[in-house]
């Protein structure tokens, strides 16, 4: 019953530096997400996965790369972090055909780069 | 792209009032739904709603999709429904565009 699981839950970096922010869900969903939630704003798309196999750019790819490596899991890389990266990332899944309810959101990983 | 705008950006209720909060978006769209964001960072679907009127406990929505734009009710609130209400549509398949959100308060 664990739904949508993001690691880690919080990390800091040094400028330069890279990482990969993992998610797994439990739903059999076939589309999952990667958001950035920055202070005072909505959550903007980075990257999204329709299906296994496929991904695509959202609305702020630029710094990101991922990669989904099966049904269940989608993971971010951010391959030279910059302080202008630092937010609040959240995955999510949702079912294959868009306009149908159930996204569902992970708890989020709070990212620093300093 | 679709332009999403939330209205009141705060909103301070003592418990157990009444309030709406209103969703504008900028153009026709296949999907709009509610979340709430607890004040620990986690995020709910409240509503799947691209128009008519849904009810969930003290929590009702109602999307005028000819009008564009939603409106998010909360009766009787609780301290428990404080946090960020965010209002989310879906222009094209896949791709949610989130409104800013409306941070609300409610004190005992």
């Known amino acids: 019953n664990a739904g949508v699981t993001q690691t880690p839950k919080f990390q800091v970096l040094k400028t330069g530096q890279s990482m990969t922010l993992q998610c797994a869900q439990d739903?059999?969903?076939?589309?999952m997400y990667w958001y950035r939630q920055d202070p005072g704003m909505g959550l903007r798309l980075i990257y999204y996965?329709?299906?296994?196999?496929?991904?695509d750019k959202g609305e702020v790819p630029n710094g990101y790369n991922v990669s989904r490596l099966n049904k269940r899991e989608f993971s971010l890389r951010l391959e030279s972090a910059a302080p202008s990266q630092t937010s609040v990332y959240f995955c999510?899944?949702?079912?294959?055909?868009?306009?149908?309810?159930?996204?569902?959101f992970g708890s989020g990983t709070r990212l620093t780069v300093v | 792209g679709i332009q999403v705008e939330q209205s009141p950006p705060d909103l301070i209720l003592q418990e157990g009032a009444n309030s709406t909060l209103r969703c504008n978006f900028s153009?026709?769209?296949?999907?709009l739904q509610w979340f709430h964001q607890n004040p620990w960072g986690q995020l709910i679907n409240l509503f799947y709603?691209?128009?008519g009127t849904k009810q969930n406990g003290r929590l009702s929505a109602t999307t005028v999709a000819t009008e564009r734009y939603s409106l998010l009710y909360i009766s009787s609130s609780q301290t428990t429904d404080s946090g960020v209400y965010f209002c989310?549509?879906?222009?094209?398949?896949?791709?949610?565009?989130f409104g800013a959100g409306t941070t609300v308060t409610v004190r005992a």
């Open positions: 989310a549509v879906e222009e094209v398949w896949y791709k949610l565009s």
């Open positions: 153009d026709s769209v296949n999907n």
């Open positions: 996965s329709a299906s296994e196999g496929t991904t």
């Open positions: 999510a899944s949702s079912e294959a055909t868009g306009g149908k309810p159930g996204y569902t």
């Open positions: 739903m059999n969903h076939n589309s």
């Open positions: 709603i691209p128009s």
